[in-house]
């Protein structure tokens, strides 16, 4: 397994652009998952992680029938962790990078470039012919 680790952004995008090029050549799959970011310290829990007392940073489907106090909002901003990865097992090669909420527009900007010069390997899907159905009469 190769770790590049968290990269810059754009050392992120020229590694997804590599590793869009080696799925295509060996038709693999690259997986993408795409994250909030948010600081975990076992010793003084964040308020992030307490979604049973503090509803309002819960983002599941769950909470969106709780209702909450305008004071209890928050306002605080969270950066992305985007990671990629293709292989499986002891031949997997994964990276991973962090956006800040202020540079994200940029970045999926960049990002879907690099998606869509990299979509020549797609395998279109086969047509399967309208079969002309045989009547079945009934006597």
């Not at 969270?78 to 909420?101: E, F, Q, W």
Request: hydrophobic share 30%; net charge positive.
């Amino acid at each position: 397994m190769s770790n590049a680790g968290v990269l810059s952004t754009q050392e992120f995008l020229v590694k997804l652009g590599e590793f869009f090029k080696i799925a295509n050549e060996k038709h693999i799959s690259v997986r993408m998952n795409v994250k909030r970011l948010v600081s975990y310290d076992p010793v003084e829990p964040a308020t992030e992680h307490d979604s049973l007392n503090k509803p309002h940073y819960d983002v599941s489907k769950k909470a969106q029938t709780v209702t909450i106090d305008n004071e209890e909002i928050s306002d605080k901003s969270y950066s992305i962790l985007i990671r990629a990865s293709y292989g499986s097992h002891k031949d997997k090669v994964k990276c991973s990078t962090v956006v800040s909420p202020d540079d994200l527009d940029k970045f999926w900007q960049e990002y879907s470039s690099v998606v869509r010069s990299n979509m020549n390997g797609l395998i279109k899907k086969k047509k399967k012919k309208a079969s002309k159905g045989k009547k079945v009469t009934k006597n």
